[in-house]
């Protein structure tokens, strides 16, 4: 049994670009209109009109709380200008959150960036953290009062890699100089928004939403093989809470798979290996025990947790509710070792634009038919509401 049910969170997660519909005035809509076999996000799950019947499906599938992100694109425009129109509509986004229950984590950059920034290159420019910090502050002043959770930035080691590095996303750069400067500005960023944030609501609740991967060994018996799964671990899943030691006032922890790595020569390179046992649509392993094994090293930094995302592309829904079933069993062991666990949120909500994959991967407790918006929960999505019951009772 989950600890504290009565005051654990229980909701999904979503993100502006990927649901909203026609935020025209990013990189990523930029990059999809010009880019030849890029998926068009179009009108997305079309959100911003409906979130009202969204969030009231989310209460009635007993939920308490809801992860979205806003779009900094919407709320600043033109560089320095806030945009009046998007900062009411967010308002009414946050109160209609309140109004059915759901406590709120808001996340402040999920992937996409203003065209203007991106103009003045992105996270490349050393402006852009302070730039990052003046909209978090703007944010504070004009809806900090409807906040409950902040994250600043969401998955940055994923967003460095697949923009600067694989150069799979725009601006599609492969360049190890800009992949490690982007980490160190978008911490710069974190810290600068952390202090802002605070300054105008000293009792918030400032975090990042990181993606984990659980690395282990192909064999633990060879020395190489371990080596790599502990540099990727520190790498990946802790190098950025290193950058920003001490901003951080809770863990946000996005999990989907684990990573099997194995050594090889002739050529010296690191391999993914194999894992056994059911995969995703996107063919991601699922391994709940992975969950455990993270959380039981992430109690070191001594900080609530909140399980940020966690899910996977299930378009049939057949195994949608034994993998809710068995991380939340996961989190519940890591609990009984001490991990502080206080929050699950599932992604997603609702079937959404799911980046360079485009529509195809169906990651919705609820699914949305694209002709016509309708949303229909799925099978998984009320046994999800059945623990939430179970648990609270
Ligand atoms: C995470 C992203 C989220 C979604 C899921 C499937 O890496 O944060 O936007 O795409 O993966």
């Keep these: 049994m989950i600890r504290e049910p009565a005051s654990f969170l229980w909701g999904a997660a979503t993100s502006a670009h990927q649901v909203e519909g026609n935020n025209i005035h990013n990189?990523?809509?930029?990059?999809?209109?010009?880019?030849?076999g890029a998926v068009k996000s179009g009108a997305a799950d079309d959100h911003y009109r409906l979130f009202r019947e969204d969030f009231a499906l989310a209460r009635e599938l007993g939920h308490n709380?809801?992860?979205?992100?806003?779009?900094?694109?919407r709320l600043e425009l033109k560089e320095g200008q806030w945009n009046e129109g998007a900062i009411d509509h967010y308002r009414e986004v946050l109160e209609c959150l309140r109004?059915?229950?759901?406590?709120?984590?808001?996340?402040?950059?999920?992937?996409?960036n203003?065209?203007?920034?991106?103009?003045?290159?992105?996270?490349?420019?050393?402006?852009?953290?302070?730039?990052?910090?003046?909209?978090?502050?703007?944010v504070?002043?004009?809806l900090g009062d409807l906040i409950d959770f902040w994250v600043t930035i969401n998955e940055p080691m994923v967003y460095v890699t697949q923009s600067y590095w694989r150069a799979c996303w725009p601006p599609q750069r492969h360049s190890l100089r800009a992949t490690l400067k982007v980490i160190r500005h978008m911490a710069y960023g974190h810290r600068l928004a952390y202090e802002?944030?605070?300054?105008?609501?000293?009792?918030?609740?400032v975090g990042i939403a990181n993606s984990v991967i659980a690395f282990s060994p192909d064999s633990e018996r060879k020395v190489g093989d371990k080596l790599a799964a502990g540099l990727n671990d520190w790498w990946y899943n802790h190098r950025f809470f290193g950058l920003t030691k001490g901003t951080h006032d809770f863990?946000?922890?996005n999990y989907y798979f684990p990573r099997k790595l194995g050594v090889k020569i002739m050529p010296l390179?690191?391999?993914?290996?194999?894992?056994?046992?059911?995969?995703?649509?996107?063919?991601?392993?699922?391994?709940?025990?992975?969950?455990?094994?993270?959380?039981s090293y992430m109690k070191r930094y001594r900080l609530p947790i909140y399980i940020t995302e966690n899910g996977l592309a299930d378009a049939d829904d057949s195994r949608r509710a034994d993998f809710i079933r068995d991380h939340l069993r996961a989190i519940e062991r890591a609990q009984e070792g001490g991990a502080d666990v206080r929050g699950y949120l599932h992604w997603s909500l609702l079937d959404n634009f799911e980046w360079i994959e485009g529509f195809k991967p169906r990651f919705g407790l609820v699914e949305v038919n694209y002709e016509t918006m309708a949303r229909k929960p799925r099978p998984s999505a009320y046994v999800y509401k059945a623990i939430i019951e179970q648990a609270r009772k």
Excluded: C
């Design 27 to 36: 990189d990523w809509w930029q990059w999809e209109q010009k880019t030849p």
């Design 65 to 73: 709380a809801h992860r979205l992100s806003l779009e900094w694109s």
């Design 99 to 112: 109004e059915n229950g759901l406590a709120s984590f808001v996340t402040l950059h999920h992937f996409t």
């Design 269 to 295: 390179r690191v391999e993914q290996m194999p894992v056994s046992g059911l995969q995703s649509d996107l063919g991601w392993p699922i391994k709940a025990e992975g969950l455990t094994h993270i959380l």
């Design 196 to 205: 802002n944030i605070h300054r105008v609501k000293p009792q918030a609740k």
């Design 140 to 142: 504070a002043e004009h």
């Design 251 to 253: 863990i946000g922890l």
């Design 114 to 138: 203003p065209m203007w920034l991106s103009k003045r290159g992105g996270w490349e420019n050393k402006e852009t953290p302070r730039l990052f910090a003046r909209y978090a502050e703007m």
